[in-house]
């Protein structure tokens, strides 16, 4: 058989992360090839992330570091194991021209001839959910990327990341969970990989992953109940009555990590809220490494997220660390929640 012909033989079906950014790039005659490679490397961290998650518990890597983040809270030694291998690997990358991470107290601009000459700056939550490291439950990494707005050749500034979320270029998360796997969004959709442990690639297998127009699960921390707006209370009672749109009550799921409660309700259908209450108007999680890159794979796949009042993605950030109620999931739910915040 002839070359030409047998190359059209390989297996093609199962297409790595690597392929799959390299492809998108085909089809995109201008394309640098710099977001895909910035892809690539967050691939990569997450790789060797993944192996000390496995790990955790088995080497002296749980337990508090010692430190405070810029949080307050206590942070885990793969907490900053994690957020050092994507540095590194952005730092050394060729796409990337500085970071902000839930762990580090400012941004970073790599300054160096290369980094400078970059177009993307990326923000990240290193890993999402770290409290739930030493109890086995599922964690994750998220990022948001954006295309800098500083003149090329300068070193970044803060205006590169005090962005409002509909300028991201892309974002994405990975759910260290039962399966280890890579979801990223574009605006030309959202596609997810599953880490195949046997040749350690991330490979494609939720091509063009939609988020259902209804669903019948909600995610919420009830505990903090009586502090919820009263509208939020009404809209969480009627999830719990027969009568409830798509017929109720619906099912109550809340792992207490965001990865994993967003990317069951990204694929079942679902909403996802974590209001503001009486004391933490604001909420817990932080707009530009949490919110906004879910909002934008949300959104993309066909959902809504907004703060309940406005669209996450129109909301211009102040500082780099500031939080944000968020409501996130199923377009028709998030409708129906609607009804009940514009009473
Ligand atoms: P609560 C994890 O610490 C996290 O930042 C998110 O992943 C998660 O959704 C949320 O906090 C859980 O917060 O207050 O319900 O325990």
Do not use: W
């Not at 880490?195 to 995610?219: K, M, V, W």
Request: some cysteine.
């Amino acid at each position: 058989m002839p070359f030409t012909e047998s190359i059209h033989m390989v297996n093609r079906k199962v297409q790595t992360l690597d392929e799959f950014t390299i492809q998108q790039m085909r089809d995109f005659p201008h394309a640098t090839g710099e977001l895909a490679s910035l892809l690539r490397d967050i691939g990569l961290a997450s790789k060797r992330v993944n192996v000390e998650v496995n790990k955790a518990g088995l080497v002296d890597i749980l337990g508090d570091a010692g430190t405070v983040n810029v949080q307050g809270e206590d942070v885990k030694k793969l907490d900053i194991y994690a957020n050092n291998q994507l540095m590194g690997v952005l730092k050394h990358g060729i796409s990337c021209a500085g970071i902000g991470s839930e762990e580090l107290d400012d941004f970073i601009a790599f300054d160096d001839p290369v980094s400078n000459n970059s177009k993307y700056v990326c923000l990240f939550d290193p890993l999402d959910g770290s409290g739930n490291i030493d109890v086995n439950v599922s964690i994750g990494t998220i990022f948001s990327i954006f295309r800098r707005v500083t003149p090329l050749g300068t070193p970044v500034t803060k205006e590169d990341f005090l962005q409002p979320g509909i300028n991201q270029v892309a974002a994405g998360y990975v759910v260290y969970g039962s399966s280890t796997m890579l979801v990223y969004g574009t605006r030309r959709g959202v596609n997810g990989f599953t880490l195949d442990q046997a040749i350690g690639e991330f490979t494609l297998s939720n091509p063009n992953i939609t988020c259902p127009d209804h669903g019948r699960i909600y995610s919420v921390n009830h505990g903090f109940f009586y502090q919820y707006d009263e509208r939020v209370q009404q809209y969480i009672t009627a999830c719990q009555k027969k009568d409830a749109t798509n017929g109720g009550p619906y099912t109550q799921r809340y792992i207490g990590s965001m990865v994993a409660d967003l990317h069951r309700n990204l694929i079942k259908g679902g909403i996802f809220m974590y209001p503001g209450t009486k004391d933490k108007p604001n909420g817990k999680l932080r707009l530009l490494y949490e919110c906004n890159p879910f909002a934008f794979i949300i959104e993309v796949a066909g959902g809504k997220a907004t703060n309940g009042v406005e669209r996450i993605l129109d909301i211009q950030p102040t500082h780099l660390h500031q939080r944000s109620p968020l409501f996130a999931g199923s377009r028709g739910m998030m409708e129906e929640l609607e009804t009940f915040l514009n009473k």
